[in-house]
């Protein structure tokens, strides 16, 4: 149980804010606020992974849960480290509160995180494919999403097309979410199971 529970949580990202999906105003919207694991998207466009589950009392200190994701997250970017001066993967902060044991880390890109989640066996990470960029590097995504890709150009700023069926939270105002995909309060989106887009301003 506790390795399971380790190895779930070392895939995660940003602020860390514990409360309700459902009801959470957009305009108070300042970093990852979910009681279940979700990737967020950053108004710059960073990728980060929210890994919150389940645990008992006692079963580790906070200090080993930090230990550990430490640990695999440096032999992970001593492997697979680039000329870049940004890491694949970087750990921001983690947490052991009312039964949940939530790990934030963000990503280089989107290849990075399902990569990492891959390699700890991290089953909470549900997307099994994320490109991101401008909506014109992805025009060609967008477009065979159904997605107004005239509207996307003139005002959006960044997009996301992944595949798998999970919650994604966004820093900035969405403009469109197609293929599937649940929207709540204009900033978090449940995605279908197939390939989704998402478009922020």
Same mark, same amino acid.
Do not use: R
């Given at each position: 149980?506790?390795?399971?529970?380790?190895?779930?949580?070392?895939?995660?990202?940003?602020?860390?804010?514990?409360?309700?999906?459902?009801?959470?105003?957009?305009?108070?919207?300042?970093?990852?606020?979910?009681?279940?694991?979700?990737?967020?998207?950053?108004?710059?466009?960073?990728?980060?992974? /929210?890994? /919150?589950?389940?645990?008992?009392?006692?079963?580790?200190?906070?200090?080993?849960?930090?230990?550990?994701?430490?640990?695999?997250?440096?032999?992970?970017?001593?492997?697979?480290?680039?000329?870049?001066?940004?890491?694949?993967?970087?750990?921001? +902060?983690?947490?052991?509160?009312?039964?949940?044991?939530?790990?934030?880390?963000?990503?280089?890109?989107?290849? +990075?995180?399902?990569?990492?989640?891959?390699?700890?066996?991290?089953?909470?990470?549900?997307?099994?494919?994320?490109?991101?960029?401008?909506?014109?590097?992805?025009?060609?995504?967008?477009?065979?999403?159904?997605?107004?890709?005239?509207?996307?150009?003139?005002?959006?700023?960044?997009?996301?097309?992944?595949?798998?069926?999970?919650? /994604?939270?966004?820093?900035?105002?969405?403009?469109?979410?197609?293929?599937?995909?649940?929207?709540?309060?204009?900033?978090?989106?449940?995605?279908?199971?197939?390939?989704? /887009?998402?478009?922020?301003?």
């Amino acid at each position: 149980m506790k390795k399971k529970l380790l190895a779930a949580a070392v895939v995660l990202t940003a602020v860390l804010m514990l409360g309700g999906c459902e009801g959470l105003s957009a305009k108070n919207a300042k970093g990852p606020e979910t009681e279940e694991s979700c990737l967020y998207i950053t108004k710059d466009g960073n990728l980060q992974w /929210v890994s /919150v589950e389940t645990y008992e009392g006692g079963s580790y200190s906070k200090e080993e849960l930090l230990d550990f994701a430490s640990e695999k997250i440096k032999e992970y970017n001593e492997a697979n480290g680039t000329e870049s001066s940004k890491e694949p993967v970087t750990l921001v +902060s983690g947490s052991l509160e009312k039964g949940k044991a939530v790990l934030i880390t963000s990503y280089d890109s989107g290849e +990075s995180l399902v990569d990492f989640a891959s390699e700890i066996g991290d089953d909470t990470m549900p997307f099994t494919e994320i490109k991101t960029g401008t909506p014109e590097e992805l025009s060609e995504d967008l477009k065979a999403a159904g997605v107004d890709y005239e509207a996307a150009l003139a005002t959006g700023s960044f997009a996301v097309v992944l595949q798998g069926e999970g919650m /994604v939270q966004t820093e900035a105002d969405l403009l469109d979410a197609d293929g599937g995909c649940d929207v709540h309060d204009g900033h978090f989106i449940k995605t279908g199971s197939g390939t989704s /887009v998402i478009v922020t301003k």
